[in-house]
């Protein structure tokens, strides 16, 4: 029976449910001209659910149902971020929405169960919890990228990420099952402590490389990227921006559940193969980012490549990889925000926006939104002074105290390959002529400006003034 | 004031750089004013450095250090020796001339133009006085960032190519140095400079920190084989772009050099101090040639800029070849001191080329020589102007020009008459191209049409060369208060360089 202890520490959880279930009634019930306000109410949701996190933080670890749901600092900050990414993709949804009458109800609703997807599996203490929270994640996802149900390039894209989904899904589930018949637990803290005990060690090796499959999969990391490209570029731009923010945190966190907390003691085994998928995703991200010509697509091989880095944290296998991969996350997230952020700020009615080519001259037409870019695209470069330089320094010294220097040169080496992309972007917007049908200003929506602003400008702040970030990471690894 | 004068000279151009750029376009002289505004600002402030530092006593003064990242040991931490306050005098001299410099000339986005140069030069002055390795990567790395923008948007026809050329090419060589200040990090637990020299290290680990530490700043300075991109971004930047880049931005490389390689890798370099010779040689002498046969007159005064720059080179592995093997400490002071003079003389003097160059290309929108001839015809005084830098380009005597070279060769004579042989060529070669580029320019018959309606120059004009003039004259003649400030500094850094870290 649960007791009045788990369902409060479940609270946020438990209250973003009902708000979910209530708002799909509201959605059904509200008159059509009335629908507006919806979005405000979700928005409201999602802080309320934030400050519910905040509010309710533990000051040590707690767990509720049997162990099946922990909450401790690593979990409540990828969900505070989790949550905020999922707001920020509301606020600048709205014109981008209304301006293609994909405004309604399902929308938010599905955001909102994904998020709480979200929030599940970075709490997970266990297998089962791990595959339903990632299903409920991803399954909101499916249906979020087939959202635009009329467009040939959502549903094709929908599919793909279904297909390809459930393959990794399948995978991630028979090397659970493996690692369930080597240690006869699923439970993620007793599966700890099981793996050095456990009589069948090939078992395990082999069940863990089918959980790193998944975990692959679900980050985005070569060679399991495939579905990446046609999923930016094919599903609705505020769908792509919450694949590239908020699942991002998700997929960081679920890694760091299996890998660490239940599979930790395997690190010398599952470092190396981490290091490989990195190199590999840094390198066909970096490289073939260079060619392409639609913006949502190069976006999507950038993040191929930042999960690389990413990955590079966790190589480390210690509490300091740990949280300079955690920083990577949130940082990534914070940074794709802005970059489709700009996008869906400049879309407008039968203009996507998607293409490099649509934002040559936009330093003449709106300087405002091609600083903005600027900001996102050297940050996703990683030149300091902007957030994301710090980032990859995190990374690059975890790969170097992990005595992988070569590791970190190949990140260096493909840092350097990145930078001309993201600077392409920048010469496009600064350097070339406006042409006739590119981006302009787009119709204001004073909400989305500001908060985009801010957005941005966050990423230069946070480049100087990250050390208390960067402290909150540590801290919930268990450093000073 | 005085405790926070280093930051108040970093972050007052930068942020100058926000009214400037709220300015808009659609009110340019707004811009340009709070622009010159904050430019003069930040020169008087860097007046007050002469006082507050004892140039006696030497090393590192006016310190500043706070915790930047607590959980990292990184520290926001500055500090200035004689070296470093000549530079930052140097660049924020460069910074109002090059205001007044783009006055009228740049007429698109001049409120982006001026805000991106304010960024600039604080970086620039962060650079000289960070003494936080984590600090100084940042602002060593977030200067393209102004650049990229000043040579992209206001450059010439090939000016996309540049910049891309220039971004990606210095960026090549920093982050392999952020590759060795992480492993030097992982072995010390700090990026402060002073512990990082005290760091013992063996000499395979030092090879290897040498190699990237080079790279970065090689391709900074730049030196052969790793300059070509300077040719490229001078041709393409605007006037004041190359101004910047050649007076100040170059010196960011072989600072760099003072600060890391010297204190932190000495071993090795003292082991590998043949290369850097030997490439600083092929900078002064093929690179000279090279320079003889350009038919742009921007890139001749690049390649000489590369030339110049290996005097500078050259004075710094000079010392050590003269401390470490030959126990010489006095001539090695004397080739450093020479290669700091002919830092800040390189400064001004390849400044005022550059913005001689850029006078005339606003009056007849072309680079090249052979479309100019007889100009003295029409513009006497631009012409007088002209062949004072000329002369000070190939050093004569009374110039800037002349006393760092002077030291630099002298030094090396004690080294190896060989190495100082080699280094005079620059006498004859600099004084070929730079006497040919003047003969072909300036005398003669006026043979282009267009150049006979050219007009001379205008105050503002004459402002900008008259000061630097003044500078290129009175460091030639008088160069003692400069050698004084930076002596005491040089005296340590070469002390430095006796200490084996093995």
């Known amino acids: ?233 094919g599903a609705s731009t505020p769908v792509t921006t919450f694949i590239a923010s908020s699942s991002k945190l998700a997929a960081f966190g679920m890694a760091w559940r299996l890998l660490e907390t239940g599979l930790g003691d395997l690190s010398q085994h599952w470092q190396l193969m981490l290091a490989v998928i990195s190199v590999l995703s840094m390198a066909i991200g970096n490289l073939v980012a260079i060619v392409q010509s639609n913006l949502k697509r190069m976006l999507a091989y950038s993040t191929i490549s ?44 039968g203009f996507e926006c998607e293409e490099i080519a649509d934002l040559k001259g936009l330093n003449q037409r709106s300087p405002w939104f091609a600083a903005l870019m600027a900001l996102a695209m050297f940050s996703l470069a990683g030149v300091p002074p902007l957030f994301g330089f710090y980032a990859k320094y995190l990374v690059l010294q975890a790969a170097i105290d992990a005595h992988m220097l070569w590791l970190a040169l190949a990140g260096a080496v493909f840092a350097i390959v990145g930078l001309y992309y993201y600077l392409h972007v920048v010469k496009v917007m600064y350097f070339d002529k406006p042409v006739e049908g590119g981006a302009e200003q787009s119709a204001p929506d004073m909400s989305m400006r500001v908060v985009l602003s801010l957005n941005a400008l966050a990423l230069l702040v946070l480049g100087v003034y990250w050390g208390p970030l960067l402290g909150w990471c540590r801290h919930s690894f268990g450093l000073g | 004031m005085f405790n926070h004068l280093l930051s108040l000279l970093i972050w007052l151009p930068i942020a100058g750089a926000v009214p400037v750029l709220m300015a808009g376009s659609a009110r340019p002289n707004l811009a340009r004013w709070l622009a010159l505004l904050f430019m003069v600002l930040t020169f008087v402030a860097s007046l007050f450095l002469l006082p507050q530092y004892d140039a ?43 205001v007044v410099g783009a006055w009228e000339v740049i007429q698109n986005k001049t409120h982006q133009y001026m805000a991106a140069m304010l960024a600039l030069e604080g970086l620039m002055i962060g650079v000289f006085c960070a003494t936080d390795a984590l600090l100084f990567y940042v602002f060593f790395e977030a200067m393209l960032i102004p650049m990229f923008i000043l040579i992209g948007v206001w450059g010439g026809p090939r000016r996309v190519y540049a910049t891309l050329k220039f971004f990606i090419y210095t960026f090549l060589g920093s982050i392999f140095m952020l590759i060795a200040l992480l492993y030097l990090y992982h ?71 003072l600060r890391f390689i010297l204190p932190i890798v000495p071993d090795a370099g003292t082991h590998f101090t043949w290369l850097v010779v030997v490439l600083s040689l092929i900078a002064i002498v093929y690179i000279g040639y090279v320079a003889l046969v350009q038919e742009d007159m921007k890139k001749l005064v690049a390649y000489s800029s590369i030339a110049h720059m290996g005097f500078v080179t050259l004075g710094i592995f000079i010392a050590f070849l003269l401390t470490r093997q030959l126990g010489n400490v006095d001539a090695a002071r004397l080739g450093m001191q020479g290669a700091m003079v002919q830092m800040i ?31 003295i ?14 002369m000070a380009n190939c050093g004569l005597p009374g110039t800037s020009g002349f006393v760092g070279e002077f030291m630099v060769i ?27 580029l003047v003969k072909r320019v300036l005398w003669g018959e006026i043979h282009n049409p267009h150049v006979a309606e050219m007009k001379d120059i205008s105050g503002r004009e004459t402002f900008v060369l008259g000061a630097f003039a003044a ?32």
């Not at chain 1, 006869?184 to 099981?194: W, Y």
């Not at chain 2, 607590?70 to 000549?86: C, E, F, M, P, Q």
């Not at chain 2, 040719?231 to 931005?249: C, I, K, N, R, W």
């Open chain 2, 345 to 375: 003389s390189h400064g001004f003097v390849s400044g005022a080329m550059f913005t001689c160059i850029g006078v005339m290309y606003d009056r007849l929108h072309t680079r090249l020589i052979k479309d100019y001839g007889g100009l």
């Open chain 1, 306 to 349: 930042h999960m690389g880095y990413l990955l590079m944290g966790l190589v480390n296998a210690g509490p300091e990889g740990y949280a300079s991969a955690m920083f990577y996350a949130i940082c990534y997230a914070l940074m794709s925000t802005v970059a489709f952020g700009v996008i869906l700020g400049l879309a407008r009615a």
């Open chain 2, 410 to 436: 002298l030094a090396s004579f004690s080294a190896n008459p060989w190495i100082a042989l080699f280094a005079a060529f620059t006498l004859i070669i600099g004084a070929g191209y730079t006497l040919w």
């Open chain 1, 1 to 233: 029976m649960p007791t009045l202890n788990d369902i409060l520490v479940l609270l946020p959880e438990f209250y973003l449910v009902a708000a979910a279930c209530l708002l799909l009634l509201l959605d059904a019930f509200m008159k059509p001209e009335q629908r507006g306000t919806l979005h405000w109410i979700s928005i409201v949701v999602l802080l309320v659910a934030t400050y519910l996190v905040i509010a309710g933080q533990p000051d040590v670890t707690v767990t509720a149902f049997g162990d099946m749901f922990v909450r401790d600092q690593t979990s409540e900050i990828l969900k505070v971020f989790a949550l905020l990414c999922t707001v920020l993709v509301f606020v600048y949804a709205r014109p981008y929405l209304l301006d293609r009458k994909l405004f309604v109800g399902e929308f938010y609703t599905l955001m909102i169960f994904a998020t709480l997807g979200v929030m599940l599996l970075v709490s997970a203490g266990n297998l089962v919890m791990v595959y339903l929270g990632l299903e409920l994640l991803t399954l909101s996802s499916y249906a979020l990228v087939a959202l635009n149900r009329d467009s040939p390039l959502s549903s094709e894209a929908a599919i793909k990420y279904f297909v390809l989904g459930a393959l990794s899904s399948g995978m991630l589930l028979y090397g659970m099952s493996m690692v369930y018949g080597a240690t006869g637990t699923l439970d993620l803290a007793q599966l700890h402590a099981a793996v050095p005990q456990s009589a069948m060690p090939h078992l395990l090796v082999f069940g863990l490389i089918f959980m790193l499959v998944g975990i692959a999969f679900k980050l985005g990391a070569a060679p399991f990227h495939m579905w990446i490209p046609d999923v930016y570029q």
């Open chain 2, 187 to 257: 072995k010390a637990g700090t990026f402060d400079l002073r512990t990082l020299a005290a760091l013992p290290l063996t000499f395979t680990e030092q090879a290897w920190v040498f190699f990237a530490f080079l790279l970065a700043f090689a391709i900074k300075v730049p030196m052969v084989p790793v300059h070509t991109w300077l040719p490229d971004a001078h041709v393409e930047a605007p006037t004041g772009g190359s101004v910047v880049l050649a007076a100040v931005m170059l010196k960011v490389g072989t600072y760099g050099m």
């Open chain 2, 56 to 98: 006696a006593r030497g090393g590192m003064q006016l310190a500043e250090s706070h915790l930047w990242i607590a959980s990292l040991n990184v520290h926001y931490g500055l500090a200035a020796d004689g070296i470093s306050i000549a530079l930052i005098l140097l660049t924020t001299i460069v910074g109002i001339l090059v």
């Open chain 2, 377 to 390: 015809n029409v513009m006497p005084w631009f012409g007088f102007f002209y062949v004072l830098f000329a």
């Open chain 2, 471 to 502: 500078l290129v004259l009175a460091l030639g003649i008088w160069p003692e208060p400069l050698v004084h400030l930076m002596d005491s500094s040089v005296t340590q850094l070469v002390q430095q360089l006796a200490i084996h870290k093995i």
